[in-house]
């Protein structure tokens, strides 16, 4: 049995101030982490305010990036041991945005996993294609290229840790969501591609998420798609009534 993750990504928006806010209002409000496990991925500048916030609390906590050294010379990146010490759970990987406008390739998502898993945080690895590969009938091809140059060289115990997250560039903050069939299409067919590279016990255990303009009208046909084991949420997921509606999915 895979447990579910809600997991909100802010992307760069709201300050430690605001980030404070929110933690007051979903106080109390949050299902036990066994249940559902719920995550808030913040900017850096967050994350101390979210993570002394969370304790004690069900919420688990997520850089929104981090660099694959640990400590050197590379000014403005953020180390993943740094994180670990801070008391971070998981750093997602891999955002089409970071893809897309920091160039963030394949290679660097592989060594960011392995930093992120060799510290002890988990990685949410995200993955996707654009509109243009989905007419032209690539998202499969590309969705396997992606996750299988995610996962190089990480073992099946890595892999059954992580969380991969199927993300449709064309539903990314556009309101256009994936229907609940064409998510689970694809995160079956993420399943499907870990199961080739390790074997059915990884892809049984990987939990696998799905995002793009989820909210709390259509979260619970997705999560009762059999693939589907929860949602990378970007702009529900800032408003602390929205984000607990998500969470208590179930209810
Ligand atoms: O990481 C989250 C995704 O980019 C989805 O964002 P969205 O829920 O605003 O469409």
Redesign the pocket.
């Known amino acids: 049995m895979r447990t579910p993750i809600m997991a909100g ?1 802010w992307k760069m928006n709201k300050n430690p101030e605001e980030t404070q806010a929110f933690l007051d209002g979903v106080k109390g409000k949050l299902p036990e982490a066994s249940k559902v496990e719920t995550v808030i991925a913040a900017p850096a500048i967050d994350l101390t305010t979210l993570v002394a916030g969370a304790q004690g609390t069900p919420l688990k906590t997520a850089a929104e990036n981090c660099y694959f050294e640990n400590e050197g010379a590379f000014t403005g990146e953020t180390s993943p041991k740094a994180l670990k010490e801070m008391g971070l759970d998981y750093v997602v990987i891999g ?1 089409s945005e970071r893809r897309g406008y920091f160039h963030e390739t394949d290679e660097d998502i592989n060594k960011k996993a392995k930093a992120i898993l060799a510290n002890g945080l988990l990685p949410i690895i995200c993955c996707g294609e654009s509109l243009e590969q989905r007419e032209a009938g690539q998202t499969n091809d590309w969705i396997a290229y992606q996750v299988a140059g995610a996962l190089v060289g990480l073992s099946a115990d890595d892999v059954k840790k992580s969380v991969i997250a199927y ?1 449709p560039i064309w ?4 309101g256009k969501t994936a229907s609940a069939d064409q998510a689970q299409a694809v995160v079956a067919h993420v399943r499907a591609t870990v199961k080739k590279l390790y074997d059915a016990e990884t892809a049984d255990a990987v939990r696998i998420l799905y ?4 909210k709390p009208a259509n979260v619970k046909e997705l999560m009762a798609k059999e693939d589907i084991d929860g949602g ?5 997921s800032m408003d602390p009534e929205s984000f607990i509606a998500l969470a208590n999915y179930q209810d």
Do not use: M, R
Request: net charge negative.
């Open positions: 990504n955002h993300e539903a990314i903050g556009t995002g793009g303009s989820v990378l949420v970007g702009g529900a």
